[in-house]
């Protein structure tokens, strides 16, 4: 898998259904995941995504990975977070990947390279 050009430090681990991508640049902190669910559907799975998340129009990037839904968030805190949520239906179940990005608001370039990363992962799970 190809990681954004971005200027920090990553780490990457994973096992034959799950991967885990984190990204360090300064006081930034970002773990981006992909993990499968069964038994649910991208439309039960929602409730994952949390109340500070906001439905995205679905790309072109992301409907090309079958993507059902989007969504994207910033919570305002002691310390920001935003985040971002993806599922993909498949089999009994599907896909989820997320985004959290903490300790810092990221530069719009910086929060969609991260979930241009999640929707790779995505594509890399369900092929």
Do not use: H
């Not at 885990?20 to 069964?38: H, N, Q, R």
């Not at 993909?88 to 530069?107: K, L």
């Amino acid at each position: 898998m190809e990681l954004p050009g971005l200027a920090g430090a990553w780490r990457m681990a994973g096992t034959p259904t799950s991967d885990t991508v984190d990204y360090t640049e300064g006081k930034l902190t970002a773990s981006i995941w992909t993990k499968p669910f069964e038994g649910a559907t991208c439309e039960q799975e929602k409730r994952v995504a949390g109340g500070a998340a906001e439905a995205r129009a679905i790309s072109e990037a992301a409907k090309a990975v079958g993507v059902a839904w989007t969504t994207r968030g910033t919570v305002q805190g002691a310390a920001p977070r935003a985040t971002a949520f993806a599922c993909v239906p498949g089999g009994s179940g599907g896909w989820m990947g997320f985004v959290t990005i903490d300790g810092a608001v990221p530069p719009a370039a910086t929060r969609d390279a991260l979930d241009a990363l999640m929707l790779a992962m995505l594509a890399a799970q369900n092929p």
